[in-house]
């Protein structure tokens, strides 16, 4: 089951402004890269959403292509400014548009989960040349806050609001999109695989970004249509509590918001 979400263009938007873009995580590729193949011609950033981390690859191959399911998000990675050597494909990350054995990378960025996971790997496996490379990484929802000497009390609060969230879940991820990336990297077949938990992104942003960023998991839009009233309670709830606590009055505060990434590498005998 493929599963289509981030249709709406303006969700995408939202989504875009508040992305957190993986450039460490690139370089942790790269050097995993570097130690078992020189073959760098071809990159595939398997849903690619608006591009972001598709251009962060653009530096160390001849060509990268981002692929996607969602025409909305591929009309935002093209109106974004790319390098000369990247290219979108509006494809399935089950039916990738390329030769068996062609591709020297393949990624999937906070993106892998809503795949059908059992058929992107057999196709990324399909594409990938002998000694190419898969990485697949994401982020845990529970994102921390750092302010002042208040962050425990802001995360007692943050862990309300994922609590709230956590019934709107699509049951195709269920509660932990951790599992889920451990259950794949179980399936995949090569030795020569690894797994790196959690490591931390930190970003300063404006109260009402962080909040931003939360509205735009699929969780909150699933909330926000079933009940649009109780969708903005909960978010002005959480940050009136969030602002009394760091006695702040306005929302564009800055606050340090802190992404969990964990991710996995594998290369292909
Ligand atoms: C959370 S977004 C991540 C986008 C981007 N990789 C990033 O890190 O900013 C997940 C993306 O996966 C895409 N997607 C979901 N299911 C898909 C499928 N079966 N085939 C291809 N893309 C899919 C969505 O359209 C969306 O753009």
């Known amino acids: 089951m493929a599963v289509k979400l981030f249709e709406g263009k303006d969700h995408a938007a939202a989504y875009l402004q508040y992305r957190v873009a993986p450039d460490e995580l690139i370089s942790r590729i790269m050097s995993f890269m570097e130690t078992r193949t020189n073959h760098f011609k071809l990159a595939v950033d398997v849903g690619c959403g608006s591009g972001q981390g598709t251009i962060l690859l653009a530096p160390h191959f001849a060509k990268v292509v981002g692929t996607d399911i969602s025409k909305a998000q591929l009309e935002m ?37 809503w795949f059908d996971r059992q058929k992107f790997l057999l196709e990324a496996d399909r594409v990938l040349r002998p000694g190419g490379c898969l990485a697949l990484l994401s982020y845990t929802m529970d994102m921390e806050l750092e302010f002042g000497d208040v962050s425990d009390t802001l995360n007692d609060i943050c862990k309300e609001f994922y609590a709230a969230l956590l019934p709107f879940r699509d049951p195709y991820i269920g509660s932990s999109s951790r599992q889920i990336y451990l259950n794949m990297l179980e399936s995949c077949s090569y030795q020569d695989k690894e797994w790196n938990e959690c490591f931390r ?27 649009p009233a109780e969708a903005e309670r909960l978010s002005d709830d959480i940050r009136n509590k969030l602002l009394s606590a760091m006695k702040a009055s306005s929302p564009e505060t800055e606050v340090t918001v802190v992404v969990k990434y964990f991710y996995w590498l594998a290369s292909k005998p």
């Not at 591709?103 to 892998?112: C, K, Q, Y």
């Not at 931003?212 to 249509?225: A, H, N």
Request: proline residues 8%; charged residues 20%.
């Open 201 to 227: 992104v930190k970003n300063t942003l404006p109260l009402s970004s962080y909040i931003g960023m939360v509205q735009t998991f699929s969780s909150f839009e699933k909330l926000r249509k079933k009940d």
């Open 77 to 113: 990675a093209q109106v974004n400014s790319n390098p000369p050597n990247v290219s979108y494909r509006h494809c399935p990350a089950e039916e990738l548009p390329f030769a068996s054995g062609e591709v020297d990378l393949v990624t999937a960025m906070t993106a892998a989960h």
